[in-house]
């Protein structure tokens, strides 16, 4: 295997650590490096190769979870570049955007029925849709990571509350 573990998660797939990504080209690495890496292949092998190959798999599916998903590329990005997430400490978001969430928090606790929920999970598909475009160009256009760690966490409420809407929509189909 070629591989260094000090690569970030671009280069051990090969990728220009970029927002917009070649997902079929992500795909196809994950794949190979799998196949290189993984513990069945080293069955044979001595306990410390053994060991390599596990941590080397470990290592690659983690890298492969975040790429593929947008907002935790995003966010290695952010980290890459000097920009933290830090969600954890950094709560600050504008006024605008907290008025959404409370009102869309009052929705959800007032909804009625599978419709209004539908209907409250189509806008939230719309912003994060938005966002991720948002995301895109704040990333790969402007560069401006203090400005996409913000989206960033932005994203990570919608997200969230995407996840609630979609929780009280199973519960009524139970």
């Given at each position: 295997?070629?591989?260094?573990?000090?690569?970030?998660?671009?280069?051990?797939?090969?990728?220009?650590?970029?927002?917009?990504?070649?997902?079929a080209?992500l795909?196809e690495?994950?794949?190979l490096?799998?196949?290189?890496?993984?513990p069945?292949?080293f069955?044979?092998?001595?306990?410390q190769?053994?060991r390599?190959?596990?941590?080397?798999?470990?290592?690659?599916?983690?890298?492969?979870q975040?790429l593929?998903?947008p907002?935790?590329?995003?966010?290695?990005l952010c980290?890459?570049?000097?920009s933290?997430?830090?969600a954890?400490?950094n709560t600050a978001?504008p006024?605008?955007f907290?008025?959404q969430?409370?009102?869309?928090?009052?929705?959800l606790?007032?909804?009625?029925?599978?419709?209004?929920?539908?209907?409250?999970?189509d806008?939230?598909?719309?912003?994060?849709?938005?966002?991720?475009?948002?995301?895109?160009?704040?990333?790969?256009?402007?560069?401006?990571?203090?400005?996409?760690?913000?989206?960033?966490r932005?994203?990570m409420?919608v997200?969230?509350?995407?996840?609630d809407v979609?929780?009280?929509?199973?519960?009524?189909?139970?």
């Amino acid at each position: 295997m070629n591989l260094h573990l000090q690569s970030n998660d671009f280069e051990l797939f090969g990728l220009a650590p970029r927002f917009e990504i070649d997902r079929a080209a992500l795909d196809e690495r994950w794949k190979l490096l799998q196949r290189e890496a993984h513990p069945d292949r080293f069955t044979t092998a001595d306990a410390q190769a053994q060991r390599q190959a596990m941590q080397w798999s470990v290592r690659i599916n983690e890298a492969y979870q975040r790429l593929k998903n947008p907002l935790h590329r995003a966010a290695y990005l952010c980290e890459l570049n000097g920009s933290p997430i830090g969600a954890e400490v950094n709560t600050a978001m504008p006024a605008d955007f907290l008025m959404q969430q409370m009102q869309w928090r009052e929705e959800l606790d007032e909804a009625s029925g599978l419709p209004d929920l539908e209907r409250m999970a189509d806008e939230v598909a719309a912003m994060r849709r938005s966002m991720l475009q948002g995301l895109q160009t704040t990333a790969d256009e402007r560069q401006d990571w203090p400005a996409l760690a913000a989206q960033v966490r932005a994203l990570m409420f919608v997200e969230r509350f995407a996840s609630d809407v979609e929780n009280r929509i199973e519960l009524l189909g139970q």
